[in-house]
């Protein structure tokens, strides 16, 4: 039990991650998480606004269970399978602590600086979180993909687009960390 | 029944991301500020089993279970729109410290927060497809 309770390794994580990709694979589908935005914004009606969400949103219906699954799992693992605290490097932990005052590293799953209900209270967190999920979903789009369709899909493909792209993810991600974070924080 | 397949495939999926902690904004600070080993092996270690993976699929013309083509095209050829729409895009997740897949992990693992990040993908969504035309692809 303890293995299942205890945080799964790179080494288990990246081969279950590969599964995933090639049992979508063999039921004729693409691994890519962010593809379901867009279904998504069709379905509400955004194909009145742009051409772009004009298509057959409910061939795409399929990716919006597995999102379905994927808050499901989301449950299963916090509920049953995890004491809900990530360890990271101490000496990261620490420079958060002291450079940004995020002390919640070792006992939460996310910084609840940030992330708890209580501190939404933050106009400053609120723009956060908002200003990143537009980030995410515009680059993602702009990019055709996100960490799942270019980064695991893409590149396993030998897509040359594909590598372009997780080189953007990185160039933006240590841009934000490196300059950005000790702006905002 | 179909349906059900993928709700699997998404619940196994979201259990790997919370699990692995891929779904956590300290990992994937701790990626960027390259504090340890664990990201870079789950992408690398996903990446090399998918590239000899995908070499066999191609090789031995493996074909999906309905007889249908594997979803493996290759990709449009273009620059400006990977490299700028990447860069954005990880501008995004270092600052929400989430990309898609774990903005709905965490909605099941019951952050609340998250559900703002989901209103702003949206809404990133949205707004590419209102201004692409005007974009360089």
């Known amino acids: 039990m303890d293995l299942i309770y205890e945080p799964w390794p790179w080494y288990v994580a990246g081969p279950l991650i590969a599964l995933v990709m090639f049992v979508l694979l063999l039921v004729g589908k693409q691994f890519g998480m962010s593809s379901n935005l867009r279904t998504a914004c069709a379905a509400v009606g955004a194909g009145k ?23 499901l799992g ?13 360890n990271i490097n101490s000496e990261i932990a620490q420079q958060l602590s002291d450079d940004y005052n995020i002390k919640s590293a070792g006992q939460a799953y996310l910084p609840t600086e940030i992330f708890a209900a209580e501190n939404l209270a933050n106009p400053l967190n609120i723009a956060i979180l908002l200003i ?15 960490t799942s369709g270019h980064a695991i899909s893409g590149l396993s493909n030998l897509q040359l687009p594909s590598l372009i792209a997780v080189i953007g993810f990185f160039i933006g991600g240590l841009v934000m960390i490196h300059l950005l974070y000790p702006i905002i924080f | 029944m179909r349906y059900i397949t993928y709700l699997v495939i998404g619940t196994f999926f979201g259990i790997i991301m919370f ?38 699929i191609k090789r031995k013309n493996i074909k999906p279970l309905n007889g249908s083509e594997m979803s493996l095209q290759p990709k449009n050829k273009s620059v400006a729109r990977y490299l700028i729409g990447g860069i954005i895009f990880g501008l995004g997740w270092a600052l929400a410290g989430v990309c898609p897949g774990p903005i709905y992990v965490l909605i099941g693992a019951g952050f609340p927060s998250i559900l703002i990040v989901l209103i702003g993908a949206l809404f990133g969504t949205f707004l590419y497809g209102m201004i692409k035309d005007r974009l360089p692809h």
């Open chain 1, 74 to 86: 989301g449950f299963i693992a916090s509920t049953y399978l995890s004491e809900n605290t990530v």
């Open chain 1, 132 to 146: 990143g999920g537009i980030l995410v979903g515009f680059g993602a789009r702009y990019a055709g993909g996100c």
């Open chain 2, 19 to 56: 699990k692995s902690e891929a779904a956590s904004w300290f990992r994937i600070y701790e990626m960027f500020q390259f504090g340890s080993f664990h990201m870079y092996g789950i992408i690398g270690s996903a990446l090399v089993l998918g590239v000899i993976g995908i070499q066999v």
């Open chain 1, 49 to 71: 606004a742009s051409e772009f969400f004009k298509f057959d949103w409910k061939a795409e219906r399929w990716n919006l269970m597995v999102v379905l699954g994927a808050i």
